[in-house]
C-alpha cells in the first residue's frame, strides 16, 4: 500500500493552468477508472473535486478537470483563482483484495 | 443536510486504548460504505478502514489487527476502536462517506488524537 506519486508543488499566475500529476500502479490508478481528487485548505477538511478519473461533482466549477492514462492520473486547474490555492490529493481504490484505497503524497498549488 | 460530526478524540498514552465516534445526519451508515482517513500533523492523507454497506471490513497495514471499525445502525453511528496506540498514529482522524464509485464525497470536520507519554 504505497502512497500514490505527486510533484510536493505547483504554482501559476491567476489566470493561467496547472496540472498536478498522480502516478501509482496497474494495481491502483491503472487497474481502475475509479481516481478522485481531493482540495484542502488549511485546517479544513478534504473536499471532493473530482470522481471516477474525470467527472466533477455538482457545485465544482468547470475549471477543474481530470484525465488518466496507464498508471498517471492527472488534474488540471484552468484560469486559477486565488482561491485555488490549496494541496491537492488524489485517490485510487486498490481492489477488493484488502487493498483498499491509497491517497497520493499532496500537491501545494500556489496562485502566484 | 447530510453532516458527518466526529468526537472521542484526545490526548492518550503509547499502548493506550481510545474510541472515534462519527455521527451521521442526512443519510443512513448501513446503507453506504464508510470510511476512516487520517493525516498526520504536516503530513497528507492516509486511508485507515473501510466498511462496506454489506458489513465486510478492510484496513491499512499500517492498522490491521489494532483498529476495527464497526457501525450502530441504532445511532446511525460509525466508530473507529483503536488498540495499542503509538506515537506514529498521532492525527487527525475524519470519517467520509464513499460514493460515486470509490470517491469519498462527504467528509466530517475530524477529531485529533495525540499519543505521547
Known amino acids: 500500500q504505497s502512497a500514490l506519486t505527486q510533484p510536493p508543488s505547483a504554482s501559476g499566475s491567476p489566470g493561467q493552468s496547472v496540472t498536478i500529476s498522480c502516478t501509482g500502479t496497474s494495481s491502483d490508478v491503472g487497474g481502475y477508472n475509479y481516481v478522485s481528487w481531493y482540495q484542502q485548505h488549511p485546517g479544513k477538511a478534504p473536499k471532493l473535486m473530482i470522481y471516477e478519473v474525470s467527472k466533477r461533482p455538482s457545485g465544482v466549477p468547470d475549471r477543474f478537470s481530470g484525465s488518466k492514462s496507464g498508471n498517471t492520473a492527472s488534474l488540471t486547474v484552468s484560469g486559477l483563482q486565488a482561491e485555488d490555492e490549496a494541496d491537492y490529493y488524489c485517490s485510487s481504490y486498490a481492489g477488493s483484495n484488502n487493498l483498499g484505497y491509497v491517497f497520493g503524497t499532496g500537491t501545494k498549488v500556489t496562485v502566484l | 443536510e447530510v453532516q458527518l460530526v466526529e468526537s472521542g478524540g484526545g490526548l492518550i498514552q503509547p499502548g493506550g486504548s481510545l474510541r472515534l465516534s462519527c455521527a451521521a445526519s442526512g443519510f443512513t451508515v448501513s446503507s453506504n460504505y464508510m470510511s476512516w482517513v487520517r493525516q498526520a500533523p504536516g503530513k497528507g492523507l492516509e486511508w485507515v478502514s473501510v466498511?462496506?454497506?454489506?458489513?465486510?471490513?478492510y484496513y491499512a497495514d499500517s492498522v490491521k489487527g489494532r483498529f476495527t471499525i464497526s457501525r450502530d445502525n441504532s445511532k446511525n453511528t460509525l466508530y473507529l476502536q483503536m488498540n495499542s496506540l503509538r506515537a506514529e498514529d498521532t492525527a487527525v482522524y475524519y470519517c467520509?462517506?464513499?460514493?460515486?464509485?470509490?470517491?469519498?464525497?462527504?467528509w466530517g470536520q475530524g477529531t485529533m488524537v495525540t499519543v505521547s507519554s
Open positions: 466498511i462496506y454497506s454489506g458489513g465486510s471490513t
Open positions: 467520509a462517506r464513499l460514493r460515486l464509485r470509490h470517491a469519498f464525497d462527504i
